[in-house]
């Protein structure tokens, strides 16, 4: 428990003097060993720096990715922020209060007091405005706002598939690169034995120098290897690490068991159909036109002018004593008809459903492109190929023990060897391929058509 010691040292010097503590108010006494348990907790965390392994499924990795990140996601492209602009828009205008009063009348300051025969001294006017919007202007404004809110979201859902897509590239590539890691070192286990027993034939002068300097170059570039799949390992632990809030002194294990059966329809229109109503960004560029067509609508209700309604109270008005009456005002569009501003919307729909177009291009593109891909993966993952792995695994360690025995010659060995290798190193690539292939294909349609 040195650490538990070396934080009372630190936070009771002096030999652990705790008797000012224990003399402190209870308030006192709680916020100190809060301090402690968080300085203990500190220290425990420095002195115990093991790399835990963490084994975790891909659907454990994606809700701690939500748990840990929608939150955040969500404040930063302002959902609620544009929630709040919907309740904003659906206010009236204040009304507007004004009055005119008399400061100074025939040489007196305030006149407001009575005259001699009882009637008032002084006049004063009262008046409420209240501006009314025709042409549904409200409407049209609380309707774009909604709008904006349905954009504010489906940029989120954007971004959320993009991250959670690259989550599964990293996921995927971390099982690959352990996979290769495991593979290289298990034949480096192997190559290391026969080298070992090589060498004493070699100083029995049994072999040549050149066949175990060749040998020798077999486990250098194995080495080699496992530094380079290593370094892509951790590539993608960092990037997961840092998409999950993981402590970095923590190794993450996926834990794959095998890669999910893949039924696919016999052509992509299906899936093409599934991506115009579940991708995100497809969804945000309809819902942006929609936006644009609807601050036309406004820009176009801008040119009937807004009425305001004014009721009033005038006391010692010219003809009465007591003058109660209503005032409507509104602008006449003779000069400004908001020509400028309506074809200034009109472009901005035309672009924006230009983009659709595009989009919607590009959504069926890229459906029909992962789409292929993941087939033409498919066409490698079959049973005939699984049970030729099989068959050539047993020929290897065969070969492996022929060697041992000198059945072989060295050359057709190193050779053999050589293939082994590319063929695992494949079979790991074609994998990862098929995984990612996958991912794409759900990642492009916007669910999980393939689970």
Known sequence: MAWFKACLIIY???????????????????????????????LHAQYSNQTDTLHISLLQAEKIFLDSNLSVLAAHYNVDAALAQVMQAKYWDNPVFHTDQVVMANHNFLPYKKLPDGSPGAQYFIGIDQLIKTAGKRGKLIAAAQTNTAISKL?????????????????????????????????QAQLNTLLAAMQQQLDAGNISQKDYLQLQSLVVLLKQDMID??????????????LLHINSNVFIKPDINSMPQVLLPED????IEQAKQNNPYYQMQQQQTIYQQQM????????????TITPNYDRLSNYAPDYFGIGVSLPLPLF????????????????QQAIQSNAETELQNNVVNAYNKLKLALTLNTPEQQQFVQRYES???????????????FLEFINFFNDYKDLQDKLLQQQ?????????????????VIK
């Open 229 to 242: 799949v290593g370094s892509d390992m951790a590539d993608a632990e960092a990037d997961l690490k840092t």
């Open 268 to 271: 992509a229109s299906i899936l």
């Open 395 to 409: 020929l290897y360690q065969s070969m492996f023990n022929s060697y041992k025995a000198r059945q072989v010659s």
């Open 296 to 307: 036309l609508a406004y820009q176009k209700a801008l040119r009937v002018p807004d009425v």
């Open 12 to 42: 009771f010097p002096k030999t652990f003097n705790v008797i000012p503590f224990l003399r402190m108010p209870f308030k006192g006494r709680i916020m100190h060993s809060c301090i402690l348990i968080m300085l203990c907790l500190q």
């Open 432 to 448: 990862l391929n098929l995984a990612l292939a996958t991912d794409a294909l759900n990642y492009e349609t916007g669910i999980d």
């Open 155 to 187: 940029q989120l859902q954007d971004v959320v598939r993009k991250l959670r897509s690259q989550l599964h590239i990293d996921y995927y590539t971390i099982a690959r690169s352990l996979g290769s890691y495991n593979f290289y070192r298990q034949q």
């Open 336 to 351: 400004n008809k908001n020509k400028g501003n309506i074809q200034s919307a009109s472009a901005a729909v035309q672009q």
